[in-house]
């Protein structure tokens, strides 16, 4: 099926090369099997793709070509870029920080039923960015 451009059955294989499931654990790998599944429009494998190109594993590191992989994948409603996306603009990860927009993100994974304690701070219309040692 993957062979074939099955966006699941993609994303299904970058989970297994990313965990070393059946075979050997390939960051690179998984890299390549996330981003085909992100370019068919597959939220979830847009989420792997921008984490790991994010952070440089398997992959450089490209944090503003992450961030429009969230974006992508939040706007299609999954909860985990939304939370991922409130965190990288309260924090201004890669972007320039954004608290009006980090807590609209914030609520829009609520909503999906992802709530996550640590974005609490951004409640208040004052909020300062939370500090970060590497940006």
Known sequence: AA?????????ALGL??????GVPKDEREAAEWFRRGAELDFAPAMVEFAVLQFNGVGVPRDRAAAVQWFRKAAAKGN?????R??????EG???????????EWRDKSR??????????????????????AVK
């Open 85 to 90: 996306l409130a965190h990288i603009l309260a």
């Open 93 to 103: 990860l890669g972007v320039e920080a954004n608290l009006a927009e980090a807590r």
């Open 111 to 132: 909503e999906a039923g992802l709530n996550d304690p640590s974005l609490d701070y951004l409640s208040s219309a004052s909020a300062p960015a939370k500090p970060t």
């Open 79 to 83: 909860a985990v870029a939304q939370n």
């Open 16 to 21: 297994l090369y990313k965990t070393g499931r």
């Open 3 to 11: 062979a074939k451009g099955d966006a699941d059955s993609l994303y």
